[in-house]
């Protein structure tokens, strides 16, 4: 059970934005991913959209996408708590619970025909950890334990890669992020499967966020071992990784 005592506050900002945030432990804190995901989320967002957030977390970017001029906002997330304070924070920062449609969802699975080419933008800061093996499969029941995403944590990526198409306009685009410990090469291969244009709005390296302890690395440095591909780097005694910015449009269908 959590207490009230353990609710954290923050401002989140992004240009002239505000965005006042309640947090819980059990909930994604925005990271510097997010801050870099708002700018983009501003270049492509248009006045008046409908908009689609896989992996709402704490509502950040949902709400960022409101305040930008989002005229509905569909956002679905697997962890009940999310959900719960993606619509708190949601009211706390003035906006009108008419315009949130915020769904308990596993991937895309609380979607359904009504909504298949409603969206003008789809945006997704997806999980990206590994199920290790040590790790028993269970319920999650820490904020960490949803950034597990399936075997190589490609599972909320992928989706968002292969089966979002179905859900846009014919004008919509998709915005995520890729990261190197995922591994780029598949991440490649499913942009051009399913997307006629896309590009890489950013590449910047970051250091490995606190979620990302020694089975993990032990994990990526072994994959690196086993395919040749680098997913994470040391400098100056930090763990590095990329992470790809990436707009797609015009689906495969
Ligand atoms: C990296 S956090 C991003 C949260 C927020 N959008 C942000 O940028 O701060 C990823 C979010 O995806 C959610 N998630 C993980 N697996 C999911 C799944 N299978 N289906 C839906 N949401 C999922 C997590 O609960 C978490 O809130």
Known sequence: ???????????????????QLQLHPLVWTPTSFANAMATHVAKVLNSGDRVLELGLGSGVLAILAAKLG????????????AIIMAKNNWLQNGLN????????????????????HCFDLIISNPPVLPQLDIE???????????????QDGRRVLDTVLSQTGQYLKSTGGILTIATS??????????????WYHWEIRQQIALEL?????????????????????????????????????????????
């Open 97 to 116: 619970i008419s315009q949130a449609d915020f769904r308990h969802s596993d991937l895309l699975n609380a979607l359904n025909a009504t909504d298949a």
């Open 1 to 19: 059970m959590v207490t009230i005592e353990e609710f954290t506050a923050e401002t989140f900002r992004y240009d002239t934005v505000e965005i």
């Open 181 to 194: 410990l995922q591994g780029w090469p598949q991440t490649k291969i499913l942009l051009n499967k399913h």
């Open 70 to 81: 989002a005229s509905q906002v569909t956002g679905l997330d697997i962890n009940k708590q």
């Open 209 to 253: 966020t606190a979620e990302c302890t020694a089975p993990y690395i032990d994990y990526w440095l072994n994959k690196e071992q086993e395919d040749g591909y680098s997913r994470i780097y040391q400098q100056a005694g930090r763990y590095l990784h990329d992470v790809w910015f990436i707009y797609a449009h015009q689906p495969i269908l």
């Open 136 to 150: 028993a499969i269970h319920t999650p029941s820490t904020r960490d334990e949803f950034e597990i995403s399936g």
